[in-house]
Each structure stands twice: as C-alpha cells, then as structure tokens.
C-alpha cells in the first residue's frame, strides 16, 4: 500500500485507509499524513509552474536579472530606462513587462522579446544572464558602447531565440565556439563591432540561418568552407575584415543566397566560377581585395544581378557577357586587368545608374545602345583602348552627371548632341585623337563644372559660347592645335578657380584684360602658345591667383609689379618676346630696350645696368628707412611704447601694404564693441571698412586683464600657418594678421550673411536658403573638406566642422571657417589629441580613443548635412535612426518646416541623396564611414531616388547607402 503513493494522492490514500475496517489512525499517523498533504500541495505548486502556471520565484528571476544588469551600466540612469524600476502599481504578472524595450507573451507571465538599440548603453555583456530568459526569440542591443567579449552564457538560449543582433558596439574577443547551439537563429548580426579571430567552422550548424552580419569587425583567416553547408542562407556580409585565402568552392551551394558581400579584405585567388551559375544572385560585392582570374562568365544568366561590384583587385580575362542582365543597377569594374571587346558585351539596361570600368584593358566601340540607359547618372570608361567614335545617342542621356571617356583612342569629333546633358557636371574626353573644332553648343551646358578636352587634335578658335558655362570651375584645352585669339567672353566665367590650361596650342592674338574678371582664378596657365600683346594691368585685381604661367609665348612689355606677379616663379615668364620688369628673371626694361639696339657691348651694358640698379635699391632702401623712422615717432605714445617695447609683426598681402596696424585700430575705433558682428571660444569677429575700401572680417583673440596673450598662441599660430598654406574656393581667405603680445588678430575676407547656424535659426532667412541652396552649401563643404583629406600633404583634420563655422556670402556661397583647431595628420604618429571641438558634432569614438583621424572630420560632416536639410540640429535623432521607431520615420517629417517640399524632381533627388550620404557618415563605426571623396563624388552625381514616392519615404528606406 505504501508503494502506490507516487500513483495517488496523500488525501486519496487518507480516505482509503480511513475507511478501512481494519485500520483505525493513531496521532503519530495524523501528523504524517498531514506532512504528506504540505509536501503534495507545494510540490504540485512547483509543476503547475512549469505547466505554464504564474510563479512568483521566476517571473521576479527575470525583473531581478534585468535590473542586475542595468545597475551595471555606466549610464544606466538614460532616459529610455527610467521605467526599469519595481513598482506597486503594475498590472502585469512580472513587472517588467511595462518596461521600456522589454515584449512579454500574451498571459504577459514571460520576457520573450528585448529590443533596446542605439540608446548610447555603456558597459559589458558580463552582468547579463541569459539563462533567465529562457522563452527569449529576439535579442537587440545594437547600436550601443557595449564593450568587453561576448560572454559563452549566450549559449543558454539556445531554445527559442531566432533573432540576435549586438552590432554596432564595442564588443571584442573572438566569436564564442557555443554560438553553434542557437540552432534556430533565423538572423545573427554581430557586424560592426572590434571582434578578432577566425570565423568559427561551427557556426554550420546554424542551418536554419537566413542573414548571417559579420562586417566591420577584424576577423581573420580563412572564410570557412563549412558556410556552403548553411542552404537557407540568403544574406551572407563579411567584409572589412581581415579575412585571407580563396573565396571557398562550396558557397556555389548556397542555392537561396542573393546577397554575398567579401569587399575590403584580403582575399585572393580566383573567384568560384560556379557562383556565377546561381540564379538568385542580387548583388555580388568583392572590391577592395587581392582577387585574381576572371569573372563567372554566367553571372547573368539568372537575369536577377543588380549590383556587380569588383573593383579594385587583379581580375583578369574577359567581361561578362551582359547582354541579358537587364536588372543591372551598378556596376564598378575599374582598376583591373580586364581585358574584351565591349562593342557587343552590352545591352539596355532601364534601371543602371552607375557604370565604371575605368583603367582596364578594353577594347572596341561604344555601342549606340548606351543611349537607351535612360536613368544612367555616371559613365566612365577611362584609361583603355576604346576607339572609334563618341556615338551622338550619348546626347540622349538626359539624367547624366558624369562623363569620362579619357586617355582612350577615341576619333571623330564631338558630337553636338552634348550639349543636351544639360545636367552635366564633369565632361573629360582628354588624352584622345578627337578632332574639329570644339561645339558652340557645349556653351548650352550651364552646370557644368568641369571640362577637359586636353591632348586631342582639335581646331579652330576656342567656343565664346564657353562664357554661358557660368559654374565652371576647371577648363583644360591644352596639348591641341587651337588657334585665334582668347575670346572675352572667358572672363564671365568668374567662378573659374581650380585650372585655366590653354597651354600647348597655337593660339595668338593679346591676352583680353576680361581676364581680370576671374576673380575666384587660383591657377592660370597660358604657356606654350602664340599669344602676343601686352599683360594687362587689370589682372592684378586676380586676388587669389596662386599660380601663373605665361612662358613660351610671344608677350611684350612691362610686368607689373604687383603681388599676383611678384610671387609667381621665376619660370613663369621666360621664353617670350620681350617682357621686361622688375622681377626675378626679367631684364630690367631699360636694359632690355639697349640690348635691342646694340648686341656687341651687351655684357658691358648688363654689368653697368646691374651696378646701377644695386645702388638705387639701396638708396630706395636707405630713404624707405628713413621715412618709416620718423614715421615711428609721429606715432602715439602708447603705439609708440608698445612698438618699442614688443614689436610689430604685421603682414598683410593682398593689398600691397596700402595700410597697416594703425589703420585697423582706427576704422574700429581699438575694437569697439559696436563693430562686433560675432563671438567664439578664442576671440571676437569685427566687420572693418578699411581705407582701400575694402571690407573684411577681423578676428581679434581674447586676452586676459593686464597679460599678454599666450593661451591663443597654439590656435591662432595654428590658423596662420594652415590658412596661408592652403587656397580654395569654398574656404575662407585670410588677407593677414597682427602678431603682438597686447593684441593678435587675423583679418579675414568678409562674408555679409554671417554663418549658416545663424540663417538657420532666423526663419526668414531660413525661407531665403531653399533647398537647391542648401545642397549646395553641403556640396561645398564636402568639396572643402575633401580638398584637406586628400590634396594636403600632409592631409589637413579640421575637428570642428560644424554649422557656427560654415560662413556664407551674398549669395549664399558656402566657406569653411576657423581653423584654430585643425590638425596636420602625420601617418608616423598615433594622432592622440586632447577633445576638443563642438558638442553635437564631434564623432563619438573621440570620447574614448581621443584618435583623431579624417573619419572624425566625416561624421561632423553628417550631422552638419542633416542639420542644413532638417533646419535645427538632429540632437537625439542620429542614436534613434537604427531603431525601430527611428526606421519608421517618414523623410518628410525630418525636413525644415520653413520650406515647402520638394516639387522639382531634381531638386527631391538632391535632398534624398544628401540624407542618404550624411546617414553613411554617422556610422558609429569610423572605417565603415566613407572618405570625404568618395561622398563629394556621391554628392556630384545625381542618384536615382524614390521621388515619385517622396512623402512616404522612411529613415529606413535611406538608412543602407553604400557609399564608394
């Protein structure tokens, strides 16, 4: 009788043998029977537990093990967590149900979802316990500081959990071996993070993976041939990694996969050829590795490519046949070894919007079919043997941006059908055997910004329709067989700065002094022509000229002497007819009227001359001397003692010295307060009306009562020597400065609508900037910054680009300003930098690496873009744009209210990419950011975009550029 108690009740037991005729219950019976009652009652508790039945010690299990954690994080006290605390009032079985993040079942009685990305976390993995969540299908910590190693406790999901996503932290460590017991994850992304080590070969037991996110880490060795075991997988990312060896035979098997990306590792050898048989193939990536062979030959046939991507490896061998893939979208080929004939390789693609296959081997025609890619924005075939003729069809590409058929053996002439492109914005078809004459209707392209049309063989007189093309920036006609005369109509081109190369041709005729109208020109070069005449004084006015070049034509006549001559080289004007001045590498004009007359005592003549020049130098020298002397002592006594006492360090270079330190003092009556027109951490700006006329931004550095200035002698030595260094369009000019120990200042050109943080808090000139306008102010600053990042050697770090230091002018043209804490960036030197910079725009690997890189300069860059196109600073937006209340957010509901939306196309296109672009430069991780040229060539090509669909675009739908 007692064995059957495991098969009935204690109280059935009880009443069977109360019943019994035989059995009568004694007190020490009672007592057991009673203790059996106790022990059944909280056993079946216990089950009832486990059957699905509330239990008290569980549910607070898993309250207890999230506020564990959250004690453990060094920010724990964030807004989005304020809820996680233990109140009386909650309606839930557990608590933390009513969390913030935290998705219960429906009975609320089990934690089964957790989802708190991008909320800024700070702290480690160590403190969570994953074994309290043991009905847990989604995990998401993405987008956090989370650091230290992912811990092997992971492992205790392994029952439900199909989602796992902690990319975008910190993490570090090798990828845990346990990983291959969550056997049903549907997605793990762990991208994004500081992971090492290899790939585990065990994670081929996660057959049911469908996304596997490995990119953005440092793994290295191979790429795990196991991975062709996983058939469900659809979306395979690892790259920038370090990953080496082939790319493994076996990912032919992946028959589900659409999405494989191996860019930016060190993969070599052959590319499978098998992978080009499968069908479902969407979009192959391998670019930036070590890749040899040649491309799948069949990587078409499924017809479904989009994105073919291999650029920059050795691939070998012939093209694709691309005839049948009609889905193309982008592709990029350049910089291999290529090799084919692309006459007949090509057909009609709808949807292609980017094609490069630059700096190959190709060969053959271009085919008239490429005129029927109706949405093509960028094509580039430079640097192969294409030959033949540039087909007139290429005029039908009404949305093209970017032309270049450079360094090819292209014939004929230049179809007139080009100036159709009227979007066009770079036009490069140098280093050909092009012949004719260049067409008038190339003046029709009013966007353009730059022409090359160098080393061909044209003819005839250069365009005066090239006057119309008012956004040029760079013109080079240079190594032809042009001839006239240098029409005046060039000199309307006054935004031309970057290139003037006409050299290498035959033209004649005098140089116009229309010239002087480029006032933005920093290089001008005319040598190596026919040109006769004089140099017109007028070009002195040429402010920004940098560079000059005059030699090897058949000029005459005195050179001014004047700043924009005085510091060209001394090569500037040699071999030309009879220049003469008072300039290293001219013959004084007297001298050269003599050797004219009389070659025989020439030598006499010059030594005479030279003796007689050297004493009226020093007897100028002697006068200049004394006149500056008594000038001195006219001076007011405390100029005066200060002068004696300190000196005087002032330099001021595009006015000739017309006026000096006094006349600063002056025109601001010693600073007032009422010529102040702005103030910042290191100094205040004054607006000056000099006596030349001019007007010009004072920057004058703060000082402290009765000291001298010493605190500032970094920043303002700092701007000196970068600004003077560097000349661009869309940076701000610096005409001079005042180095004394009571008062340093710099003088600047004036930009009369102040900075684009002030437009933007004033909304009627907010309404004034529009969204064209605003594009463009980005676009300068990206060209801007792209200048110092790639074109200074060494490359030049801003660290605080933001929008109180984007300056504008009349009309609306942007400048990059204040330079006081730019950095050198020398590649032999760690780059370790005190924070500096302003709130909201420095990118957050500053705040523990203090590694100060160009990627620093990029992510304000981001931020900067976003605040122009949304009208305020994005504040708390950028950590919410990967959630998934941040993915929701329509575009429309980001925009500037003071502007209506977008009705242009165009326009919508412009601020779709923008957006686009700056959500790329605020990657959290700094080397998945794009280098500032890769996003000024993104911002220069028109993308095509959703615009019929504008008002119900997403944060989600923009938030996956690639940016190459």
Known sequence: MVDSLDLISPMAYYSSTRSSPTTSPTPLMSFFYLCLIILFLSTSSAFGSGLGVSSSQSSSSETEALLKWKATLQNYSVPALRSWKLTSSSSAPIPCCNWFG?????????????????????GTLHNFTFSSFPNLFSLNLSLNGLTGPIPDQIGSLSKLITYLDLSGNELSGPIPYVMRNLKNLVMLDLDTNNLIGPIPHSLANLTRLENLYLYDNQLSGPVPSEIGEMKNLVDLKLSFNKLRGPIPHSLANLTRLEFLYLNSNQLSGAIPQDLGSQASIVEFELFDNVLSGSLPQQICQGRSLQRLVVQNNSLTGPIPDFRNCTSLVRVRLEKNLLVGNITDSFGVYPHLYYIDMSHNRLYGELSPNWGKCKNLTFLKISGNNISGKIPHEIGQLTRLGLLDLSFNKLIGEIPMELGSLSTLLHLNLSGNHISGHVPVEIGKLINLELLDLSANRLIGSISVQLGQCSKLLSLNLSWNSLNGSIPSQIGDLVSLQIQLDLSHNSISGSIPPELAKLMMLEILNLSHNMITGSIPFSLENMVSLVSLDLSYNELEGVVPNTRVFRNASAQAFRNNKGLCGDLQGLLPCNQSRKSKGSKKNVHKVVISIIASLIGI???????IGVFFLLRKKAKKGNIEATTRNHG??????????????????????????KYCIGTGTFGNVYKAVLPTGHVVALKKFHTLEGESIIVNDESFGNEIRILTEIRHRNIVKLYGFCSHPRCMFLIYEYMEKGSLARILSNQVEAMELDWLKRVNVIKSVANALSYLHNDCIPPIIHRDISSKNILLNLELEARVSDFGIARLLKQDSSNWMSLKGTHGYIAPELAYTMVVTEKCDVYSFGVLALETIMGRHPGELISSLTSIVGQKMLLRDMLDPCLTFPSDQKVAKEVISVVRIAFACLRSNPQSRPTMHQVLEELLVLQPSFVEHFHTISVGDLNDIDVQ
């Open 102 to 122: 935290i998705t219960c079942n429906k009975a609320r009685t089990r934690v089964v979802e957790i989802s708190l990305p991008g909320l800024e976390l700070q």
């Open 617 to 623: 130098v020093f007897l100028a020298l002697a006068i």
């Open 648 to 673: 005087n360090i002032f330099s001021i270079w595009n006015f000739d010295g017309q006026f000096a330190y006094e006349d600063i003092i002056q025109v601001t009556e010693n600073f007032d307060s």
